[in-house]
């Protein structure tokens, strides 16, 4: 523990360096430079929550071929390995065959090793994110002195705040945020339903007074046209034209009914043709036996797009996932009970198609018989002499049908109906919201109190001459108290306050935590050269004097990178400088 300094000259690889610390520690690096793609290999020993562990990457244009990932009894011991040797104690924690591969195991380790809660936020009220370990490095690894995260290097979703709070570990963190986030989608999700419920209701009414306005019309103009016809000699008129509208209202009422058999219908033979299909490759593929009881999604359920087929060929062939790609493995357990079932689900969707064809075979002999009826008398009235005589009475008659009908297939819609069980969870999970809140309140006073204390007092310890007091926040929002009263965000400050601010955040975190006995922060901490960021000789002097003692008694390990070569004999002993001669590479 302490700080140790990389010094070299400008281009001659400090920060090459720590892109190295991070890519073993992170899993990626944070930005991959060219000026270390002749590695072919990458070694890095660390202790992380007590552990003795060894980190080594073999490379090839920097990307991972194979990486293993070793603890041991001590330093000492893992130093002279790059393998496993269970005589020496040193086993391996995992192995990684990519650069992809050895992220995702880097993460799960630090987050198991460490503890840490995955970050949990709602993205535009309609989905969740989760944030891991990356997220956590940004913590340690500070960025730019112009960023304007406080904590972390990225401000959207909340994450410094979530960030200081784990750090902080204020009562159940990681539940209060996943509580949160949940009470929030489930709230919009009812808000955007009921909207859409409402918008549907509005156009369906507008639908339905258009028609009602044209019905009167057509309505007012038959009744006219009744009373010039009702002289004429037509005594069969009356009857013919009321057996043709009331013929007309069953043919059009049987007609829905089947329309609505062939859909059923169709359903049944599309399953029925599933069912089929999948029994043939249950009876072919142990694969496919071994997913039988799996779900079988028709699109990606977080992007919502369709599985392509070649995903789908892939699955019956090379025996992998159409959904994630991952290889399927496994025994073929209880062959004939998947064979049954799937039989089984043949007869059943068989039957169910035969059903279905029956009853449409049955309503469309009954739809032909009335079409008939219906034509006959259609026909009966045109030959009517008094049909004849008024074509206008007619043409009113059917537009008065028409419109009927239209209006009859469009019924008010009702409200959006409630679910009291929606309703119930999101009071439920407010309410359980404002408890963890109020828990966090109470045990945030006291915490908050120290910390702001400590990151004034460690500010103007690191060179920012003009600060008065901080006010930090559970959100990460951090007010600034300078030069007589003078209020500003943290956002307003020039970079060197940024960087200094920054770095007494991180130490405050420790101390305080130490002092509350609650810190979980890893307690290492990466800065790139922080004198380019308008920080003079003196105030670099001291900001390195405090760092050194602060880590030191903090249990914090600190990587600075410097040009001074001058400033940092002034300040570090001989065992915390790594240093390359003027204008030649650091290694």
């Known amino acids: 523990m302490g700080l140790t300094a990389l010094v070299a000259s400008n281009l001659r690889g400090k920060s090459s360096v720590l892109e190295l610390v991070t890519w073993c520690l992170r899993g990626t690096p944070r930005e991959k430079s060219g000026a270390i793609h002749w590695l072919s290999e990458v070694d890095l020993d660390a202790t992380v929550a007590g552990q003795a562990m060894a980190f080594r990457l073999n490379l090839d244009n920097e990307e991972i071929t194979s990486a293993v990932a070793l603890r041991g009894p001590n330093p000492a011991v893992l130093e002279a390995h790059r393998c496993p040797d269970p005589a020496q104690g040193v086993l391996p924690l995992f192995r990684a065959q990519s650069s ?43 960025p730019a002195a112009r960023a304007s995260a406080l904590l972390g290097d990225v401000v959207m979703s909340g994450l410094p705040g979530r960030l200081l709070q784990v750090f902080l570990d204020l009562p159940a963190a990681g539940i209060l945020a996943k509580v949160k986030t949940q009470a929030e989608l489930m709230a919009t999700a009812r808000k955007r339903r009921q909207s859409a419920a409402a918008m549907a209701q509005e ?7 258009h028609i009602e306005e044209e019905l009167s019309t057509a309505r007012t103009r038959l009744a006219q046209v009744k009373q010039r016809v009702s002289g004429l000699d037509r005594e069969s008129l009356p009857d013919l034209a009321a057996a043709a509208m009331s ?18 219908h169709r359903q049944a033979r599309v399953q029925r043709q599933r069912d089929e299909k999948l029994l043939n490759d249950v009876r072919e593929s142990a694969i496919a036996r ?69 009853a449409l075979e049955q309503v469309e002999g009954e739809l032909n ?91 103007r310890k690191f060179g920012f001459a003009g600060l008065e007091s901080v006010s930090i926040d559970r959100a990460a929002h951090l007010k600034v108290i300078s030069d007589g009263g003078h209020e500003r965000s943290f956002t307003d400050q020039v970079a060197g306050e940024r960087l200094r601010l920054r770095i007494a955040v991180i130490v405050a975190l ?71 001669a003027v204008g030649k590479p650091l290694w």
């Open 290 to 358: 071994r997913l039988f009881h799996g779900l079988d999604p028709t699109a990606c359920p977080r992007c919502d797009q369709d599985i392509a087929a070649d995903r789908r060929r892939l699955e019956r062939e090379a025996h992998s996932c159409a959904v994630c790609a991952r290889p399927v493995e496994g025994d073929d357990e209880a062959p004939e009970d998947v064979l049954a079932e799937a039989e089984e689900r043949v007869q059943l969707s068989s039957q169910a198609e035969r059903l279905a064809k029956d």
């Open 100 to 142: 992809g591969s050895y992220a995702e195991q880097v993460q799960a380790l630090m987050m198991n090793w460490m503890d840490l809660p995955p970050l949990v936020s709602a993205k535009q009220g309609t989905s969740t994110v989760t944030h891991g370990w990356p997220a956590y490095f940004g913590a340690l690894y500070l």
């Open 369 to 459: 018989k009335l079409s008939r009826d219906l034509q006959m008398a259609q026909e009966k009235l045109r030959r009517a002499d008094a049909a004849t005589q008024v074509p206008e009475y007619a043409q009113a008659q059917e537009d008065v049908l028409r419109l009927e009908g239209a209006l009859s297939v469009l019924p008010a819609l009702p409200d959006a109906p409630d679910d009291p069980a929606e309703d119930l969870a999101i009071k439920v999970l407010r309410a359980s919201v404002k408890t963890l809140e109020d828990d966090h309140a109470k045990e945030a006073d006291k915490l908050f109190a120290d910390l702001n204390a400590a990151i004034s007092d460690l500010g």
């Open 203 to 209: 156009e369906r009414a507008a639908q339905r007074r």
């Open 510 to 580: 420790l101390r305080v935590g130490a002092a509350h006995q609650v810190s979980t922060h890893p307690g290492l901490l990466l800065i790139d050269s922080p004198k380019a960021e308008e920080i003079q000789d003196v105030d670099f002097h001291l900001l390195l004097e405090e760092l050194n003692a602060v880590a030191s008694a903090n249990q914090l390990q600190v990587l600075v990178t410097t040009a001074d070569f001058g400033l940092v004999h002034d300040v570090l002993p001989p065992d915390g400088i790594i240093e390359a």
């Open 247 to 264: 013929l007309a209202r069953v043919v059009a009422d049987k007609q829905q009914s089947w329309d609505d058999l062939m859909r059923v």
